[in-house]
């Protein structure tokens, strides 16, 4: 098998809705995380894209789950995962995540 592929990711946003649990020994958490793309219409008026991100992190050395809270600016590394399921109407959906390996509060 050939593995010349790369799936990394690096976001740097806020935090918006924040779910922290346990896992084994350790703390996990699952957030929406806010990034914005700023640029220039054609008017030359300037246009704010906003993203929501979801973002995992697993108990890790790199990815402490501590002081995450709404708000806070965070810079993520790792991942993308897309998994597929079968919503309550009967639908297929994709539900992507970011799922993080490093993790570190920028500004609180």
């Not at 996990?28 to 806010?34: N, W």
């Not at 906003?50 to 995992?56: G, K, L």
């Not at 993308?80 to 970011?98: C, H, I, N, P, Q």
Request: hydrophobic content about 35%.
């Amino acid at each position: 098998m050939n593995n010349n592929t790369i799936n990394r990711v690096e976001l740097q946003g806020r935090i918006g809705t924040v779910r922290i649990y346990p896992v084994g020994e350790g703390l996990a958490a699952a957030f929406s995380l806010q990034t914005d793309h700023i640029y220039s219409g054609k008017d030359g008026q300037t246009i704010c894209e906003t993203t929501w991100h979801n973002v995992s992190v697993m108990p890790s050395p790199d990815a402490s789950t501590e002081r995450l809270d709404r708000g806070v600016l965070v810079r993520v590394e790792g991942r993308l995962r897309a998994s597929r399921y079968t919503a309550a109407d009967g639908s297929e959906r994709v539900f992507t995540e970011v799922v993080a390996t490093s993790l570190k509060v920028i500004e609180e």
